[in-house]
């Protein structure tokens, strides 16, 4: 078997689902929560100013946000643009528009779930940071009854859509683990005790930055 057909193999291997695929776009990184703004927004750039370094932690029973976990991640289109002089539409553009997330824990079983995604489009060769539901409201539900009110998941993440030339893709898996704690969210916490959080990034109820005034 010579170079060029193991390549061809390995391209339809990827193309069938056989082994993962990181070679097109991927998630590259579980992103450092922004400080949320004055407004209590949260901006996020097309890259992470940093990486997050920890786990990630929620309250499944947290009722305003119904126990979900967000957060941001990085998102690369390592194609390289094809549109040329000639005015050739660039067919490499890749748009996300769902992920499927696989849960792995000793503790509780939760089913593989798909999520429908408002489209995020990368150009070739660029990133966009995505803010993902990691644990959205079924699963939340799901997680309130964890054995002892605590434990850990692993999520694997998969982003899934597809290139300008029709062409879809899913990426191989991203995974972060989760700490799960049902009651366990105390509003964060301001280093100046005359303080009181009226922000948080991403949201409140999990990991994230707070806003102290």
């Known amino acids: 078997m010579n170079a060029r057909t193991l390549a061809a193999l390995l391209l339809l291997a990827a193309a069938t689902g056989c082994i993962d695929n990181s070679a ?3 998630l590259s990184a579980a992103c450092f ?3 949320p703004n004055a407004d209590g927004s949260c901006s ?3 890259t992470c100013d940093s990486v997050m370094l920890d786990n990630l ?9 119904l126990g979900t976990l967000i957060w941001p991640f990085q998102a690369d289109n390592q194609r390289t643009d094809n ?7 660039n067919t490499a553009t890749a748009f996300i528009t769902g992920f499927k997330i696989a849960y792995f824990s000793s503790t509780i079983a939760v089913p593989t779930i798909s999520l429908e995604y408002t489209t995020r489009t990368i150009e070739a060769g660029a ?7 990691v644990v959205p409201v079924s699963v939340a539900t799901q997680l309130a009854g964890i054995a002892g009110g605590k434990g850990s998941v692993r999520a694997e993440i998969r982003a ?3 290139y300008g030339d029709g062409q879809t893709f899913e990426t191989g898996p991203f995974s972060v683990v989760i700490l799960v704690s049902v009651g366990g969210w105390t509003g964060g916490t301001c280093t100046d005790i005359t303080q009181r959080v009226v922000a948080f990034c991403p949201q409140p109820g999990q990991t994230g930055i707070p806003l102290c005034k």
């Open 127 to 133: 990133s966009q940071v995505l803010s993902i539901p």
């Open 83 to 89: 549109a040329n002089a000639d005015g050739r539409t």
């Open 44 to 46: 996020y750039p097309a």
């Open 33 to 35: 929560p922004p400080a």
């Open 24 to 26: 097109t776009v991927r």
């Open 160 to 162: 899934t859509g597809h």
């Open 57 to 65: 932690g929620v309250d499944p029973s947290y009722a305003p946000t």
